[in-house]
């Protein structure tokens, strides 16, 4: 069982950058693609960006292409979430989520999931 734990959320203005982390507890971490998903108020949960196995494949939300990039590493069992250009509309609380047998952007796919991180940004 994966436990996932993320962090590096906090308030920042328009224009600005947060990283986010997702840290795993299995050794067995670099076998699972991960998700990041987002939840803001009142809404449905929606994809970000994903990352394969090894790092090699990357997919993004196109309402988050070209500003945010995901990137991981394996020896640290650490997944990235580096968030350029903040708008007030990536105000949301940010998960991760694991999952060895899938890769992509449906959040029912995936098996594990952290407990989120919130990220507000300000106009």
């Known amino acids: 069982q994966v436990q996932l734990v993320e962090s590096g959320g906090g308030l920042v203005q328009t224009g600005g950058s947060l990283r986010l982390s997702c840290a795993a507890s299995?050794?067995?971490?670099?076998?699972?693609?991960i998700g990041w998903f987002r939840q803001a108020p009142g809404k449905e949960r929606e994809f970000v960006a994903a990352?394969?196995?090894?790092?090699?494949?990357?997919f993004y939300a196109n309402s988050v292409k070209g500003r945010f990039t995901i990137s991981r590493n394996n020896a640290r069992n650490t997944v990235y979430l580096q968030m350029n250009s903040l708008k007030p509309e990536d105000t949301a609380v940010y998960y991760c989520?694991?999952?060895?047998?899938?890769?992509?952007?449906?959040?029912?796919?995936?098996?594990?999931w952290g407990q989120g991180t919130q990220v507000t940004v300000s106009s």
């Open positions: 989520a694991a999952d060895q047998m899938y890769y992509g952007s449906n959040d029912n796919e995936y098996d594990y």
């Open positions: 299995e050794r067995t971490f670099s076998s699972y693609a």
């Open positions: 990352i394969n196995w090894s790092g090699a494949s990357t």
